[in-house]
């Protein structure tokens, strides 16, 4: 079992940056794949990005763009998202997820076993 805690989002205005954080605890020594989310108001959930615990990065969503980052420290159990030149349709809750499987593509909701609360982002024109 692991638990999943999202920090790091705001309220932001359009073009500026944010940089959500993903701590993992409880059973850390498992590699994980990891990604991370986002739902807005009426919306699914859509995949964001994704990335081994190793650091070896999955993919990202094709409307990820070049704007969005996905890193992870070990040495914190941490999980980045780096958003930059935010815009309005931007504006949802992050959440992050992760599964022991290695069986992916680790790009669907319901890959993943274990996910956080979420982090509202919301972006202001």
């Known amino acids: 079992q692991v638990q999943l805690a999202e920090s790091g989002g705001g309220l932001v205005r359009v073009g500026g940056s944010l940089r959500l954080s993903c701590v993992v605890s409880?059973?850390?020594?498992?590699?994980?794949?990891m990604g991370w989310f986002r739902q807005a108001p009426a919306k699914e959930r859509e995949f964001v990005a994704g990335i081994y615990w190793n650091g070896a990065i999955i993919n990202f969503a094709d409307s990820a763009e070049a704007r969005f980052t996905i890193s992870i420290d070990n040495a914190k159990n941490t999980v980045y998202l780096q958003i930059d030149s935010l815009k309005p349709e931007d504006t949802a809750v992050y959440y992050c997820?992760?599964?022991?499987?290695?069986?992916?593509?680790?790009?669907?909701?319901?890959?993943?076993?274990?996910w956080g609360r979420g982090t509202q982002v919301t972006v202001s024109s």
């Open positions: 997820a992760a599964t022991p499987s290695r069986v992916g593509p680790f790009r669907s909701a319901r890959e993943y076993d274990f």
């Open positions: 409880g059973r850390t020594d498992t590699p994980y794949a």
